[in-house]
C-alpha cells in the first residue's frame, strides 16, 4: 500500500467524509451576505474554527478542505487552523486552483486556471500542514455543452495538476462537476457525466497518476434544477452507480461526492441509498461544503457567540452524513 493510499483510505474510511470549507472569499462573502454578516477575515475565521471544533470532527470527518486565506490564519488560542483540524485527528486539505474562468474559443464554459507556479505552492501548503489538495473543473449540460474542447481541456488540466499534487506527497481529490443547472432529465446527465468522467481517466493515466493515491470527487446522477422529471433517491442511487462502475477504474479507493445544490436531506438520502445499493470495491462518501454547512450558517448568524447551538447543528448534520456513508440513515433520525 503506497503513503498516497494511505493517506486516502484514511480520510475516507469508516463512514467518515470531507468538509469541504474551501469557498474562496467571493463564494464566501455571497454565504456570509445572504445570512446578513459582514464578510471579514474574523468572521470567516471565526466560523469555520466553530465548525473545526465542532465534537463530531473526531467520529465523522476525515478531512477538511481550506482555502489560501483559511490554512494561513491563526485562532484566538494561538494555533494555526490546520492544528486544530489535525488536532481531532482529520487531515487538513487545500484547494490549490484559482478559479474557473472562460473558455477560450467556446465562452459560454469554463476551464479552471491555477497550474502556473503550482509546484511552488504546494511546498508551502505541505510545510503548513496540507496532506491533500482538490482541484474543481466545472461544465453545464445543455444541447451543445459540454463540448469536446471543455471536455478534453479541463481533463488535461486536472491531470496535469494531480501529477504535481503526487509529485508532492500529497493525495489530489480530483473534482469534475457537472453542473445540475437545466431542464436536461437524468438520463443526458448519466451520458454527459460519463464523457466527462471517462475522459479525465484517460488524461490521468497518460499522465501517470498513480490512481490508487486520488479521491474522485463527482456530481450524483440527477435531474436537471428546472427539470420537470422527478426520480427517486433509489433511481438516483442505481444510475450514479451504473456511471462509475462503467467509467472509473477499480485501483481508485473511493468516490466522495459534492452536494451540487441538493438540500442537506437529499444529499444525505441519496448518499445513504447509493451505500445500500453499493455493488462496487469504492468507498462511496461525501465531500460536503453547502450540505454540511447550510443550516449551521444560518444558526450562527442569530448569533455568532452561540457557539454550542452552531456546533450542536454542524455535529446533527456530520453525524447524519456518516451514517449515509454506511447506508445506515433513516429519515426518522433526522428529527431525534
Ligand atoms: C466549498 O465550495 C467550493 C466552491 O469553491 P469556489 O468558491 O472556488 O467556487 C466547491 O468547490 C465545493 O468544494 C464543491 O463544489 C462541493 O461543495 P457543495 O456545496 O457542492 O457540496
Not at 483559511?70 to 487552523?81: E, F
Not at 486520488?214 to 422529471?229: A, D, H, R, V
Not at 447550510?294 to 456518516?322: E, G, P, V, Y
Not at 447506508?327 to 431525534?336: A, I, R, V, Y
Request: aromatic share 6%; proline share 3%.
Amino acid at each position: 500500500m503506497s503513503e498516497l493510499n494511505k493517506i486516502a483510505i484514511q480520510i475516507l474510511s469508516s463512514g467518515k467524509g470531507i468538509l469541504a470549507a474551501d469557498e474562496s472569499n467571493g463564494t464566501m462573502t455571497k454565504r456570509l451576505e445572504a445570512v446578513s454578516v459582514k464578510s471579514s477575515p474574523e468572521n470567516r475565521l471565526a466560523f469555520r474554527e466553530t465548525l473545526f471544533s465542532s465534537e463530531s470532527m473526531k467520529d465523522c470527518i476525515g478531512g477538511v478542505i481550506l482555502y489560501d486565506e483559511t490554512i494561513n490564519q491563526i485562532t484566538s488560542s494561538g494555533k494555526s487552523i490546520p492544528e486544530v483540524i489535525a488536532k481531532t485527528g482529520a487531515i487538513p486539505g487545500i484547494k490549490v486552483d484559482t478559479g474557473a474562468k472562460e473558455l477560450a474559443n467556446s465562452t459560454e464554459e469554463k476551464i479552471t486556471e491555477g497550474l502556473d507556479g503550482l509546484r511552488e505552492r504546494l511546498k508551502k501548503y505541505y510545510a503548513l500542514g496540507a496532506r491533500f489538495t482538490k482541484w474543481r473543473g466545472v461544465y453545464s449540460i445543455s444541447d451543445k455543452f459540454p463540448s469536446k474542447l471543455a471536455i478534453h481541456s479541463n481533463a488535461h488540466a486536472l491531470a496535469r495538476y494531480s501529477t504535481l499534487v503526487q509529485e508532492c506527497n500529497m493525495v489530489p481529490i480530483v473534482e469534475p462537476e457537472v453542473l445540475m443547472d437545466g431542464s436536461h432529465t437524468a438520463d443526458i446527465c448519466f451520458s454527459k457525466t460519463s464523457d466527462v468522467i471517462k475522459k479525465c481517466f484517460e488524461e490521468l493515466i497518460l499522465h501517470k497518476v498513480d490512481l490508487s493515491g486520488i479521491i474522485l470527487k463527482p456530481n450524483m446522477i440527477l435531474s436537471g434544477s428546472q427539470s420537470k422529471e422527478k426520480i427517486s433517491s433509489e433511481e438516483i442511487s442505481l444510475k450514479t452507480l451504473k456511471c462509475l462502475k462503467n467509467s472509473v477504474p477499480s485501483e481508485v479507493p473511493g468516490i466522495a461526492f459534492l452536494s451540487g445544490g441538493q438540500s442537506e436531506i437529499e444529499a444525505t438520502e441519496n448518499l445513504n441509498s447509493i451505500n445500500k445499493n453499493n455493488n462496487t470495491n469504492f468507498i462511496m462518501t461525501y465531500s460536503y461544503g453547502r450540505a454540511l454547512q447550510q443550516s449551521a450558517l444560518k444558526i450562527w448568524s442569530n448569533n455568532i457567540k452561540d457557539i454550542d447551538a452552531t456546533q450542536n447543528t454542524f455535529n446533527h448534520r456530520a453525524k447524519m452524513c456518516t451514517l449515509a456513508a454506511q447506508g445506515k440513515w433513516s429519515s426518522e433520525l433526522e428529527n431525534k
